[in-house]
């Protein structure tokens, strides 16, 4: 753990709580020169500290711990948002009559037709996506993975020759 590393820093003007405010406004802003600004804390020093090891667990700490709350989030905010969505597909718009009321009225076709047609595509995107990394892996790759897995089983890939182990098929 990053704080650990922080341990070594006795005597120091700065505390672990300084050094970990330098890490989070780096990861926030992306500039050694305005986390400075920021924080008060020299240039120098920072420059120092980015050289460190306690820096870069620090930061791949941080980061990850930022990162889950920003999944967090963004997953209620989507959550929220197809909810909406759903309501408004089931139950109709909102629309406010000439008398005041607020009515609900059918969504109208041109936006139901764009509402599927962004969910389909997104859908496939996802299907594309989460296919299995083997499925997309050359040719090439899946053949020397094979010779490799050969040689380590004791000998070459059963006494065939590069020449004769080249690709039958080859993508141009």
């Known amino acids: ?11 120091s003007c700065y505390t672990d709580e300084d050094r970990r405010a330098a890490v989070v406004q780096y990861l926030l802003l992306g500039n050694i020169h305005k986390v400075a600004h920021a924080t008060g804390i020299p240039t120098r020093t920072l420059y120092h500290w980015t ?5 870069a667990q620090m930061l791949a700490e941080v980061g990850a711990e930022k990162g889950a709350e920003i999944d967090a989030a963004l997953s209620r ?10 309501d408004r597909l089931e139950q109709g718009e909102y ?4 008398d005041g009321r607020v009515l609900r009225r ?17 859908r496939e995107r996802l299907r594309v996506s989460t296919s299995t990394a083997a499925a997309r892996m050359p040719l090439r790759e899946v053949a020397d993975r094979l010779r ?4 380590r089983q ?15 098929y080859s993508p141009t």
């Open 1 to 11: 753990m990053a704080l650990a590393l922080l341990a070594s820093h006795q005597g």
């Open 51 to 55: 050289q460190t090891e306690w820096w």
């Open 77 to 86: 905010m989507i959550d929220l948002a197809m909810a909406s969505v759903m």
């Open 95 to 98: 629309v406010v009559a000439r």
């Open 106 to 122: 059918p969504i109208v076709i041109k936006d139901l037709l764009a509402i599927l047609t962004m969910t389909l595509e997104q």
């Open 148 to 151: 490799a897995f050969g040689a």
């Open 154 to 168: 004791g000998g070459s890939a059963a006494g065939v020759s590069d020449a004769e182990a080249a690709p039958l």
